[in-house]
């Protein structure tokens, strides 16, 4: 049954999945760095990547405002991607640097977790960015596990 409340939701939806897309064109997706602390030691021993949209006109977005985009496959792959791409860059720039930055983890969506690519992805790009992948994790959210396709 059509509904004017229906029909505002699919366009709204429509509407941030074309934003997305020209957001991920533009390269206005970045990882806002969380610090992991050692409770024995009180240093800092890595980050959490948390994927943040630095929209032109909308200011900083959290994934409050797009995460339903990670229901779209191929968006859902893309921003993962993209993130992946900036979090090695990101690293390699610290390591340049004489930083040390620990592991970094990169939450992945369902999407991403179900491609039987992403190992061979994550690995190719660590290797373009001269990354070892003992900077880098993948943290696997309740939502990607409980979220997962099953074969």
Not at 4 to 28: C, F, K, P, W
Not at 70 to 84: C, H, K, R
Request: aromatic content about 8%; overall charge negative.
């Amino acid at each position: 049954m059509y509904t004017s409340a229906a029909r505002e939701t699919m366009e709204h939806r429509v509407t941030i999945a074309r934003d997305v897309r020209e957001g991920l064109a533009a390269h206005q997706f970045i990882p806002y760095y969380q610090p992991k602390v050692s409770l024995v030691t009180g240093r800092i021993v890595g980050f959490e990547a948390l994927a943040r949209w630095q929209h032109p006109t909308k200011g900083l977005l959290t994934p409050e405002y797009f995460g339903s985009m990670f229901a779209e496959q191929a968006i859902s792959i893309a921003l993962g991607e993209q993130m992946i791409r900036q979090v090695a860059a990101d690293v390699r720039s610290w390591l340049d640097e004489g930083l040390e930055c620990g592991r970094v983890a990169i939450n992945l969506s369902s999407a991403d977790i179900s491609d039987p690519r992403l190992a061979d992805r994550i690995i190719r790009i660590l290797e373009d960015a001269r990354v070892s992948s003992a900077h880098f994790e993948v943290e696997v959210t309740e939502t990607a596990f409980l979220g997962r396709r099953t074969a």
